[in-house]
């Protein structure tokens, strides 16, 4: 298996005559960690201006609304939503 790694190796670095770049890898964890954790807050966390609601309380709400669920309709248990909600988005 070295023998095969080797090689790949070697013809990885021979290849199209491109250059590598090295980069630290405490740098490189940082900048993509903060990255990722910058997208999670917006898309997820915090709540939209417009209306106030997070996405996934939207996603219930509108789930609730295409199984036309309302106060003066009957009863259905949660699982029900949460079902939806899982299965669809």
Same mark, same amino acid.
């Given at each position: 298996?070295?023998?095969?790694a080797?090689?790949?190796? /070697?013809?990885a670095?021979?290849?199209?005559?491109? &250059?590598?770049?090295h980069? /630290?890898?405490? &740098?490189?964890?940082?900048?993509?960690f $903060?990255?990722?954790?910058?997208s999670?807050i917006?898309? %997820?966390? $915090? !709540?939209d201006? #417009?209306?106030?609601?997070? !996405?996934?309380h939207r #996603?219930i709400?509108?789930s609730?609304?295409?199984?036309n669920?309302?106060?003066?309709?009957?009863h259905?248990?949660?699982a %029900? =939503? =949460?079902?939806?909600? $899982?299965?669809?988005?």
């Amino acid at each position: 298996e070295a023998s095969v790694a080797a090689a790949a190796n /070697e013809m990885a670095a021979a290849g199209a005559g491109a &250059t590598t770049t090295h980069i /630290e890898l405490q &740098t490189e964890i940082e900048n993509s960690f $903060l990255q990722y954790a910058l997208s999670i807050i917006l898309g %997820r966390a $915090l !709540p939209d201006a #417009r209306d106030g609601l997070k !996405p996934v309380h939207r #996603r219930i709400l509108y789930s609730m609304h295409q199984l036309n669920l309302s106060p003066n309709t009957s009863h259905r248990k949660c699982a %029900r =939503v =949460v079902g939806e909600v $899982l299965g669809k988005y």
